[in-house]
Structure formats: C-alpha cells, structure tokens
C-alpha cells in the first residue's frame, strides 16, 4: 500500500492512474496466480520459471523460438514464455505487477528510463551479486557504454540486450535531383540541404516537397527523435543528468533548439500533421529513425525507390565522435523469482550469440555487442543487409536515457519549451532551455519531499 500512495501522490493526473493501476493490480492477481503455482514444478519435474516478452509481433516469435530451443535443452528449469499484458506502456503493468507481487521471474522489455522506479520499489534482483556478471558483460558490451546502465546506487539491475541506434534516412533520387554530392554532416550543411530540398514541385504556390518532419505535438516521448537525438550527439553523448544533477542547459542544447528553430522557420519541415507514410510517398527528403524502419520500407515502397542512412549532423564546431540517441532495451530478473541463479542463467542465454543473430534476423534490431559488424559469427548476415552494418557500428556510440523517476515530467517540461521556441519562434533558445531546466528541478524537488 505505501508503494501505490507514493504512486498516487507523484503524478500529475495521479487520480486516474491510481485508479487504472489498481485495476490492473486486480487484473494480475487473478490471471498470475496460476502461474506463480506452477513455476514450482511441471509434469517433467523440473521447476518452471515465467518469462514475458514485448508484445510485438517479431519479439514475439523471437522469444517464442529462443524458448522452445531452452527447453529442449538439458537445464534445470524450463521456461514459459507470455508476451507482457497488454496496457497504456509496459512500464505501467511492470510497477502495477511489482506493486502486487505478481512480477514474471524475468522480462526482456525493460526500458532503462524507468530503471528507478522499479528500482525503489524493490522489484529487481540486483544483478551484480552474480559472480560471473562483470566479465560475461565487459566481453560483450564496451565498458563506457556499460556504465551508463549503472543504478543510481552503483549496482546494476538490468542486463544490456538491444538498441535501435537513431539515423537519419534519406532518399537518394531526391538528394540526386538537388544537386546534393556530399551527405550533410554538420548543422549549416544540413540547413543548406534543407534550402534545396523543399520545394513547390508543381508550381501552384504551396510547399509539396520538405526536408523532413517531425510529430509537433507536445508529447514527451516525441523530443527523443529530435531534441534528444540532435542533442546526444551534438554533446558528445551526454545525456540529460549527470549523477543527481541536471546538465543539459548547455551549448548542446541552446544548439539544438536553434537549429530547429531555423528548420520551421525557414519551412524546412512543416507544422502540420500528416497520415500516412509521406516518405514513402516521396514528399520527405529524410526520416530521423531507426533500423527497425528497412524492413518497413522494403515492404512498401514503389518500384525503383533509393533510400540509405547517414548519422545525425552535429554543430559546425563539433569535434569527435558521433554519438546518437540508442532507444535500448534491456532484461531484468523480478525480486519475486524464487530461482534467481537458473532466471539468471536464462538471462545469459538471451544475449547469447545465437540469440543474438536470431534478434537481427527475426525483429531487424541490434544486439549490444562488441565488433558486431566484424565478427565472423555474424558476418553472413551483415554482408546481405550493408543498411544494418551501419547501425551495427553505431551501436557502440549510443546513448539511453537517464533512469530518473521524473524523467517523463522533465521531458514533458521540454517538449513545451521546443514547441514555444523551434516551432513558434515565440522564445530564444537559451530562454527556452533555460525555463526548461528549472521547471524541471521543481519537478525534481516535488517528488523527492514526499
């Protein structure tokens, strides 16, 4: 009961989630206790441990298959495999589940914003307890990048799975046509790429063919794939929080807001909402996205269309290395297991090699893993897909989001500052990012009282 009253306290519409929170408590309760009965044992004799995976169509396959393969082997626990019931986020029926005690044994969708508050609620085992945690991850993930998924007491809690590094689609033919010979790699080339690419094709006056666009709406999670994304690399991978302090009103940021500033003003992406995928139908140059968008593509574009990838542009002065926005995704093991060390044992074996290729194969997303695209073991398939080797080799240079219980409020606090100062001009960017920032530790300093 304390952890729904902090719940129903730390919210702005807190009412209506506690209410819809309980009612998915209540949902649980019923339809997992069966399961908690059964993972004491099976027809086989061997314990049985519950495994939920995303609700998406090619995960589901993938974990569908990855377990079928673990259970005919020789281990001690067999697994049975749920995609996560279904809600508003996924993050939602994980707190709502670790609030009633009826948390799987491990989840593979674990999204490392909200890392914290399951963390605080005492939900996940923490994971460096295990003897063989530090090597099994530093052989597979680069230790900087590692780092990034520490807990903010310094343990780990989540096992590095996936990312779906953010890259700038772009079609060919259009650029062709613009007389555009070198991909835009800082903030003036890509202005400069933006002046030549939209146009009034057919001459009646209005705008039919853009630069690009972006959802203009309000909504926190939108910022990730243009503020957020522009400002990672644009920092040299910094994210939003360093430790407890908040570190983004910065040069980065006053960057990016002005280089979005300029794009709508210059109409180089329109403030409209469109239906439909208007790059496919060729009136967008570019699309910020991620690899998950070649099998999309493939699937629905016309005869002859051209399309390939470059990283995000960053500011003239920028120097090093190009890092982007990462959208990871990760594994957990649930405070609830009675069988920590065989749910663990299973946990390795979904960032196996194997699992690994079948993750690329199957759902068109990269593992995180060293020298993905030099390795032998998967080099079959990256020299049938030359797209994904450029995301495999991004994937290094990728940045999550800081796992803070206020995270989704920050963001909403900048995604109103964007809208006020890249869409509508009505501040500067340092005004804008700086408004930001302080609404943003009120929020802050309003969650941690209670």
Same mark, same amino acid.
């Given at each position: 009961?304390?952890?729904?009253?902090?719940?129903?306290?730390?919210?702005?519409?807190?009412?209506?989630?506690?209410?819809?929170?309980?009612?998915?408590?209540?949902?649980?309760?019923?339809?997992?206790?069966?399961?908690?009965?059964?993972?004491?044992?099976?027809?086989?004799?061997?314990?049985?441990?519950?495994?939920?995976?995303?609700?998406?169509?090619?995960?589901?396959?993938?974990?569908?298959?990855?377990?079928?393969?673990?259970?005919?082997?020789?281990?001690?626990?067999?697994?049975?495999?749920?995609?996560?019931?279904?809600?508003?986020?996924?993050?939602?029926?994980?707190?709502?589940?670790?609030?009633?005690?009826?948390?799987?044994?491990?989840?593979?969708?674990?999204?490392?914003?909200?890392?914290?508050?399951?963390?605080?609620?005492?939900?996940?085992?923490?994971?460096?307890?295990?003897?063989?945690?530090?090597?099994?991850?530093?052989?597979? #993930?680069?230790?900087?990048?590692?780092?990034?998924?520490?807990?903010?007491?310094?343990?780990?809690?989540?096992?590095?799975?996936?990312?779906?590094?953010?890259?700038?689609?772009?079609?060919?033919?259009?650029?062709?046509?613009?007389?555009?010979?070198?991909?835009?790699?800082?903030?003036?080339?890509?202005?400069?790429?933006?002046?030549?690419?939209?146009?009034?094709?057919?001459?009646?006056?209005?705008?039919?063919?853009?630069?690009?666009?972006?959802?203009?709406?309000?909504?926190?999670?939108?910022?990730?794939?243009?503020?957020?994304?522009?400002?990672?690399?644009?920092?040299?991978?910094?994210?939003?929080?360093?430790?407890?302090?908040?570190?983004?009103?910065?040069?980065?940021?006053?960057? #990016?807001?002005?280089?979005?500033?300029?794009?709508?003003?210059?109409?180089?992406?329109?403030?409209?909402?469109?239906?439909?995928?208007?790059?496919?139908?060729?009136?967008?140059?570019?699309?910020?996205?991620?690899?998950?968008?070649?099998?999309?593509?493939?699937?629905?574009?016309?005869?002859?269309?051209?399309?390939?990838?470059?990283? #995000?542009?960053?500011?003239?002065?920028?120097?090093?290395?190009?890092?982007?926005?990462?959208?990871?995704?990760?594994?957990?093991?649930?405070?609830?297991?009675?069988?920590?060390?065989?749910?663990?044992?299973?946990?390795?074996?979904?960032?196996?090699?194997?699992?690994?290729?079948?993750?690329?194969?199957?759902?068109?997303?990269?593992?995180?893993?060293?020298?993905?695209?030099?390795?032998?073991?998967?080099?079959?398939?990256?020299?049938?897909?030359?797209?994904?080797?450029?995301?495999?080799?991004?994937?290094?240079?990728?940045?999550?989001?800081?796992?803070?219980?206020?995270?989704?409020?920050?963001?909403?606090?900048?995604?109103?500052?964007?809208?006020?100062?890249?869409?509508?001009?009505?501040?500067?960017?340092?005004?804008?990012?700086?408004?930001?920032?302080?609404?943003?530790? #009120?929020?802050?300093?309003?969650?941690?009282?209670?």
């Amino acid at each position: 009961m304390l952890f729904l009253n902090q719940l129903f306290r730390s919210r702005g519409n807190g009412y209506i989630r506690h209410f819809i929170l309980v009612m998915i408590i209540a949902g649980f309760t019923s339809s997992c206790s069966n399961d908690k009965e059964a993972s004491t044992g099976s027809k086989t004799g061997k314990t049985i441990i519950t495994y939920w995976c995303s609700s998406n169509a090619h995960e589901i396959a993938l974990a569908r298959e990855l377990v079928e393969a673990w259970n005919k082997g020789d281990h001690p626990v067999q697994v049975k495999m749920q995609p996560i019931p279904a809600s508003q986020s996924s993050e939602e029926v994980l707190l709502a589940a670790i609030a009633g005690g009826t948390t799987p044994d491990i989840c593979s969708n674990m999204w490392p914003g909200a890392m914290d508050e399951f963390v605080n609620a005492g939900g996940l085992v923490r994971l460096d307890q295990f003897p063989d945690f530090y090597d099994y991850n530093i052989e597979r #993930v680069p230790e900087v990048l590692m780092e990034t998924f520490a807990a903010s007491d310094g343990h780990y809690y989540q096992l590095p799975w996936k990312t779906n590094p953010t890259m700038i689609m772009y079609n060919k033919r259009m650029f062709r046509d613009a007389g555009i010979e070198e991909l835009p790699r800082t903030y003036s080339e890509f202005l400069e790429a933006g002046a030549k690419l939209t146009q009034d094709r057919d001459g009646d006056g209005h705008i039919d063919q853009w630069l690009g666009y972006r959802n203009i709406k309000p909504i926190w999670w939108q910022r990730f794939f243009d503020y957020y994304t522009f400002y990672v690399a644009a920092s040299g991978g910094l994210t939003l929080f360093d430790g407890d302090e908040l570190v983004f009103e910065n040069e980065a940021s006053i960057a #990016v807001f002005e280089l979005f500033r300029q794009i709508y003003k210059n109409g180089y992406f329109p403030i409209t909402e469109f239906t439909g995928d208007q790059f496919i139908q060729g009136n967008l140059a570019i699309s910020i996205t991620g690899p998950y968008a070649i099998s999309h593509v493939e699937k629905f574009k016309p005869e002859g269309f051209e399309y390939d990838f470059f990283p #995000v542009p960053v500011p003239d002065d920028h120097e090093g290395l190009l890092y982007t926005y990462g959208d990871h995704k990760n594994i957990a093991i649930f405070s609830t297991t009675e069988h920590p060390e065989e749910t663990w044992e299973f946990a390795k074996y979904l960032i196996s090699k194997q699992a690994d290729l079948r993750l690329l194969e199957l759902c068109s997303q990269i593992p995180i893993r060293k020298d993905l695209s030099i390795d032998p073991y998967f080099s079959e398939y990256f020299n049938q897909r030359t797209m994904m080797t450029k995301f495999a080799e991004q994937a290094i240079l990728t940045r999550g989001v800081d796992g803070a219980a206020e995270l989704k409020e920050i963001f909403d606090a900048i995604s109103q500052e964007f809208e006020a100062c890249a869409i509508f001009d009505a501040r500067t960017p340092t005004e804008s990012i700086h408004r930001a920032v302080e609404r943003s530790k #009120v929020i802050i300093e309003w969650n941690r009282a209670k």
